[in-house]
């Protein structure tokens, strides 16, 4: 798949750490050029040196995807420096654990506005671009949390991931006829800086829970996302990929000790 991006554009938001980070490598590395944003501007920066060590190009763009103006600044900083936007990972997300008793309205507001409005304006943003082009790749990050499983602590993650995969089908209809398509990647478990927080003893036991017996990396997740954003899956559209490890496999925990 190395070359596959070669003479695109690519933007990436929350690729300054975990999945992002490995995405904006993945997709830099199959010749893209690639504007990493993040609201952490060093981290944003960071994920650029590392881009353009490997012999790519890369554009930091400091901005929280929560603010449409700052959505806007970011494609148009793209397309400043690239011009043109081919691919929109819109993967920006946070998973901060509360139980349903203790769950505030603050915290249910904050996950959606980061993980459902924050891909709503990015996409937005992209979208002027892309129907210009008469081509595009949008590639959400949703998750197999809400989806496809539960987990205690995690009812607001949960139910914003599954919105995104509402506005996913819709988008994809509306923006089919201008050679725009819009997919999602659901990943399982995946070694990163965000999901450190969980603690070791998480990790352990989730390990136990995938069939494969490891927990994904952000590199895994990225190859699926390339996929999508290739030329080649033109004629994909509306459709998610889960990359779990066979994760959602099991029908209870006797499948995984027999
Ligand atoms: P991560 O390691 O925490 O990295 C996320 C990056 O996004 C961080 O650099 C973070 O900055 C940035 N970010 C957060 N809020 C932002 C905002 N409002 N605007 C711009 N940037 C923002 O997370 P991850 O594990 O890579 O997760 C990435 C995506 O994958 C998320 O959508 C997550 O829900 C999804 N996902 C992850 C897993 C997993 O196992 N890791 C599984 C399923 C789905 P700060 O450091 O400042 O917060």
């Known amino acids: 798949m190395l070359g596959v991006m070669q003479d695109r554009t690519a ?33 944003a920066i960071a994920t650029v040196e590392l881009i353009e060590a490997a012999g790519g190009r890369g554009l930091a763009v400091a901005a929280d995807v929560t603010a449409r103006a700052e959505m806007e600044r970011m494609a148009q900083a793209t397309l400043d420096q690239f011009g043109r936007i081919d691919v929109l990972c819109a993967n920006a997300g946070i998973f901060p654990q509360a139980a349903l008793d203790t769950l505030t309205e603050a915290d249910w507001d904050r996950v959606q506005a980061v993980n459902v409005k924050g891909a709503f304006f990015a996409v937005q943003a992209c979208l002027p671009q892309m129907r210009r082009q008469r081509y595009g790749r949008i590639v959400l990050t949703s998750s197999i949390t809400g989806p496809i499983t539960g987990f205690p602590g995690w009812s607001h993650y949960g139910a914003s991931k599954a919105a995104l995969l509402g506005f996913m089908r819709t988008a994809a209809i509306e923006v089919a ?24 003893d998480y990790i352990r036991r989730m390990e136990q829970s995938i069939p494969m017996g490891e927990l994904g990396t952000p590199e895994d997740i990225a190859y699926a996302a390339l996929f999508l954003a290739s030329e080649q899956a033109r004629y994909i559209t509306g459709q998610t990929l889960v990359i779990d490890g066979g994760q959602v496999l099991p029908e209870s925990i006797l499948a995984l000790e027999s």
């Open 11 to 43: 933007i990436i938001t929350g690729a300054g750490a975990g999945i992002g980070r490995g995405l904006a490598r993945i997709f830099a590395r199959a010749g893209a050029n690639v504007a990493v944003v993040d609201r952490n501007e060093a981290a």
């Open 177 to 200: 006829r201008d050679g725009i398509t819009v997919n999602a990647v659901l990943p399982g478990n995946i070694r990163t800086e965000g999901l450190a927080d969980t603690g070791a």
